[in-house]
C-alpha cells in the first residue's frame, strides 16, 4: 500500500508542477 501512496503523492506533484507551469506561460497548441 505504501507504493501506492508514493506513487499518488509523485503524480500531484507532477500535476501541480505542470499545471503551473501552463497557466504561468500558456501553450501554444492552437496555432
Given amino acids: 500500500m ?3 501512496v508514493y506513487t499518488f ?3 500531484t506533484t507532477l500535476g501541480i508542477i505542470f499545471f503551473s507551469i501552463i497557466f504561468r506561460d500558456p501553450p501554444r497548441i492552437n496555432e
Wanted: no cysteine.
Fill in 2 to 4: 505504501e507504493a501506492l
Fill in 9 to 11: 503523492l509523485l503524480v
